[in-house]
């Protein structure tokens, strides 16, 4: 079965602080992908990256990175220079290409970060 | 615009009395899904469509039913609607299961009293 833990419930920070949000995953599935989901305050959910299972490269894209490690199942994603815009929820979740499930998205818990000015 | 459309957003009704979300979608997607989303929880999908009249069970589909009669449209039913239901519910879709990424509605937020 599969599962998405994001042991981080909250994070607070102070502006320009750097911050990384944890996700570890459970799959028994080779081929998987994995994402990430920011929850701003006003509650619509944006897509924000997509990893296969294949693709091990840590990926940039502006203030934020993610590094994915096969080797501890995790895909942790870091916020440089974070800012008060960055308070949101953000998710992790995890797609099976196999799953009985229909490949359904697993999500974590969620971590709620607040960036304070 | 391509986009996911829940109705309503908001919504109070009383236990017991059935009630319809409607979802729907303009991206020509065959997978589509509802999640419901609880604090501590994350979300949690209830039910979920790969095409047409194809639809099963997610994780938490106790006292929901849903329909998928067109490829654009997948409604959830409440049809006893109970307190242990407030919560806020996310249609979403897929251009395909797997490695796709899901766009979503804007929510509903259901409260049953």
């Known amino acids: 079965a599969q599962k998405v833990t994001q042991a981080q419930t909250e994070i607070s920070v102070v502006e320009k602080e750097d911050v990384t949000l944890d996700c570890v995953y459970e799959?028994?599935?080779?081929?998987?992908?994995l994402f990430w989901y920011k929850q701003p305050p006003s509650g619509e959910l944006v897509f924000l990256i997509r990893?296969?299972?294949?693709?091990?490269q840590n990926e940039i894209s502006g203030r934020y990175s993610w590094n994915f490690q096969k080797s501890t199942s995790s895909f942790n994603f870091t916020i440089t220079a974070s800012q008060v815009v960055d308070s949101a929820v953000y998710f992790c979740?995890?797609?099976?290409?196999?799953?009985?499930?229909?490949?359904?998205?697993?999500f974590g818990e969620g971590t709620q970060l607040t960036v304070n000015p | 615009e391509a986009q996911v459309t829940q109705n309503p957003r908001y919504l109070i009704t009383v236990t017991g009395k059935k009630l319809t979300v409607t979802c729907s979608q303009n991206?020509?997607?065959?997978?589509m899904s509802w999640y419901r989303q609880d604090p501590g929880l994350g979300l949690r999908q209830i039910y979920y469509?790969?095409?047409?009249?194809?639809?099963d069970k997610g994780d938490v589909p106790e006292g929901y039913k849903v329909s998928r009669k067109e490829k654009r449209n997948f409604p959830l039913i409440l049809e006893s609607p109970s307190p242990n239901q407030t919560s806020l519910y996310f249609c979403?879709?897929?251009?395909?299961?797997?490695?796709?990424?899901?766009?979503f509605g804007q929510g509903t937020r259901l409260t049953v009293v």
């Open positions: 990893r296969n299972s294949f693709d091990e």
């Open positions: 469509s790969m095409n047409v009249e194809v639809t």
């Open positions: 799959t028994r599935d080779t081929t998987y992908y």
């Open positions: 991206m020509n997607h065959e997978y």
């Open positions: 979403a879709s897929r251009f395909r299961a797997g490695g796709f990424e899901a766009f």
């Open positions: 979740a995890l797609s099976e290409a196999r799953s009985t499930k229909g490949s359904r998205l697993t």
